[in-house]
């Protein structure tokens, strides 16, 4: 499952209710994360069993999803610490200091239109939040096969979890053999143990731009002989103009090739040659 984040700046400040909402739900992180340190507990499910009628009274005034929200927060900074301490590191008692809540998907609204966050607070109160939207998040929202996924409410942003399931497992009707050559891919495309066609990638240009860079470098490696420093530093900066003109051809290649292989639903089958070499073993061999 893909999972991206996005994050939301808000248009308006911060209501009060929504303030208060956030330290209740702080205070409310570290009064499990020293009761889980105490019981020696770090799962949610068994902090929520151990705990969650007492803190349900303790919190009257927090919307029953959101300190669900506060188990499984809590229970993610106990791992953490348990994890510190197994491999030796010195760790004192975790301590959430800064002003955060987290809601799970079924405790928010968001409308993905108009970018309106409703978020609960309590019973038959609710907050509304107007946030920013620009194209890079309409790309998301706008797209159905994002669900919404956990929030997290910032004093002056919001981060919204998107969730999509992979696509289907991709069943080849044919297979795309290549051999890999200084200047080309060769291959063929075969389809019922019969080749259909022969396939082939040229990318002649790759081998032309390491010659070039390399004249390059040993021209400066010449006339820098004085000061290898900066002989060392020009010479790395034409490393690096060679990789990214070279990546860039060898992108477009890989691309071409996908979109061969995807209009034919072909398998790409790339050659292996681990193995290949005999090794060599020192001293005599011994005789029959």
Known sequence: MLVRS???????PLPNDAKFLMEDFRLAVNNVIRLGVHSNVTSKFALS?????????????????????????????????????RRGFPAQIPFVRKLFMK????????????????LPIRA????????????????????????????????????VAIRKRPPKTYVPDSIISLDTNERSLDGVLAKEDRITAVVRAEFPEVSLIQSVHHDRRRRLQKK???DRRTAKRLC???????????????????????????????????????????????GAQPSD
């Not at 996005?6 to 308006?12: E, G, P, Q, S, T």
């Not at 194209?135 to 919404?148: A, F, G, I, K």
């Open 224 to 226: 820098k002989s004085h």
């Open 124 to 159: 038959g109160c609710h907050i509304k939040l107007r946030l920013v939207m620009s194209e890079y998040h309409r790309d998301y929202l706008d797209n159905e096969s994002y669900s919404l996924g956990s929030m997290t409410l910032l004093p002056d942003r919001v981060i």
């Open 6 to 12: 996005l994050v939301f700046y808000l248009k308006d």
């Open 236 to 282: 790395a900066r034409e490393g690096m103009r060679e990789h990214h003109r070279i990546d860039h051809r060898m992108h477009e290649v890989a691309n071409a090739v996908l979109s061969f292989a995807e209009e034919r639903r072909s398998m790409i089958v790339l050659e292996d040659l681990t193995g290949i070499r005999p090794r060599k073993y020192q």
């Open 49 to 85: 069993k151990l705990a969650y009628k007492d803190f349900r009274k303790e919190h009257l005034s927090m919307y029953s999803q959101h300190l669900v929200s506060v188990f499984e927060v809590a229970g993610s900074i106990l791992k953490n610490h348990r994890r510190r301490l």
């Open 103 to 118: 809601a799970v998907n079924q405790a928010y609204k968001l409308d993905r239109i108009n970018g309106i966050l409703d």
